[in-house]
């Protein structure tokens, strides 16, 4: 076994920890706590919306076959940008609906994925929801300040699409950060 795994969230190869919960083993960075692997494999959330946001079509359509083709989410709804998705959001919501998971850019025109994620929080405060899990992606390097801004829209993660040019190794990463967020939501 390698000493160094690659962790989504630092977007590099890092030493891990082994822990043991709730019955399976866990390896988490030693960085960051994120987790990078799970022994028992989870089990996805069934039934659920989500909602993705980035102006690059192809990101989306990888997204959007990975969700569907694992039968992660049956509804996925995709947007260019952060107005068109908040304003999807707020019909939603309006119409007693819950969110599963929202999935956005952090570079999009007209409205980027920080503003959309802090208008985000306001609506589920305003209607009295949980906080969806939120996953954040960028081709650059996460920094101090994204660090600060997953933990102030907690439930949030990053991902690091530009690290890696095989889309086959994006898709990976996606799929096993998905199912992990929400089989975790599920558990809670």
């Known amino acids: 076994m ?23 083993t ?3 960075c030693a960085f960051c706590g994120f987790t990078l692997d799970v022994e028992a494999e989870p089990q996805p959330a069934r039934g659920s919306t989500v909602f ?12 959007q076959g990975i969700l569907l083709s694992r039968g992660i989410a049956p509804d996925v709804r995709s947007f260019p940008d952060g107005t068109a998705f908040v304003s999807a959001v707020s019909k939603l919501f309006s119409d007693h609906q819950s969110l599963s998971l929202a999935i956005l850019d952090l570079n999009m025109p007209v409205m980027d994925g920080l503003t959309a994620a802090r208008t985000l929080r306001a609506l589920e405060g305003q209607f009295g929801l949980d906080r969806t ?3 954040f992606f960028s081709s650059v390097k996460c920094d101090e300040n994204l660090r600060r801004q997953l933990v102030a829209t907690a439930p949030a993660s990053y991902v690091n699409k ?3 040019a095989e889309p086959d ?15 975790k939501r599920k558990a809670a």
């Open 26 to 28: 866990e390896l988490t």
């Open 162 to 164: 530009g690290s890696d």
């Open 52 to 63: 993705l946001a980035d102006d690059s079509q192809v990101t989306r359509d990888i997204l």
């Open 133 to 135: 899990p939120l996953i």
């Open 2 to 24: 390698a000493d160094r795994k690659y962790c989504l969230c630092c977007g590099e190869d890092v030493p891990f920890n082994r822990v043991e919960r709730e019955g399976r």
């Open 169 to 183: 190794r994006l898709v990976e990463r996606i799929d096993k950060l998905i199912s992990y967020i929400l089989m």
